[in-house]
């Protein structure tokens, strides 16, 4: 009986020293700005403390995540001079095709725009229970995490949850 409490004793420390806790995820896992300069998820969240903030994981290729652009687009428009910020972060391996859709969808005057390989992010999107894109989640005023599976920006339910959490 005192080996198996052991051997239990043990497991489980192996076990936690390998869990991952979201300070380390958004620690760990840097993105790269449309200016080329990295920010961690934590410097995002601090770089727009008191706003909520609005987070669409996105790529070039996903044709739901170019589609619902539009609607992020009218959305962030709507919501000017609201302490919100919308930031786009796109999951492309390449850099240049990147920048090319931010260009051709006319994006880059909108929001904060950042990138991180899919192949990089892995830890971060299984966190997270990304397993799809578009992806939406919110963080409210505070910094903290308000929903991890928000609504899409087409959905009108969305606009009436942003402006209850500013109220906040």
Not at 33 to 40: F, H, N, P, R, V
Not at 51 to 80: H, N, T
Not at 86 to 93: A, E, N, T
């Amino acid at each position: 009986m005192p080996n198996l409490i052991l051997a239990f004793f043990l497991i489980s420390s192996i076990a936690m020293q390998g869990q991952k806790t979201m300070g380390n995820i958004i620690k760990e896992h840097p993105f790269e700005s449309l200016d080329a300069t990295s920010k961690t998820l934590t410097e995002i969240i601090k770089l727009n403390a008191g706003k909520v903030i609005y987070i669409d994981f996105w790529a070039s290729w996903c044709g739901p995540c170019k589609k619902e652009m539009p609607a992020s687009m009218r959305l962030s428009q709507k919501m000017q001079g609201e302490a919100i910020v919308f930031v786009y972060i796109s999951i492309d391996d390449n850099n240049s095709v990147w920048k090319k859709a931010l260009d051709k969808m006319q994006l880059t005057d909108s929001g904060q725009h950042y990138r991180r390989a899919r192949s990089k992010m892995i830890d971060f999107l299984k966190y997270f229970y990304i397993y799809s894109i578009p992806h939406y989640m919110i963080i409210n005023k505070s910094g903290e995490m308000h929903n991890r599976d928000a609504l899409p920006p087409s959905d009108p339910k969305l606009s009436r949850q942003l402006a209850k959490l500013l109220k906040q």
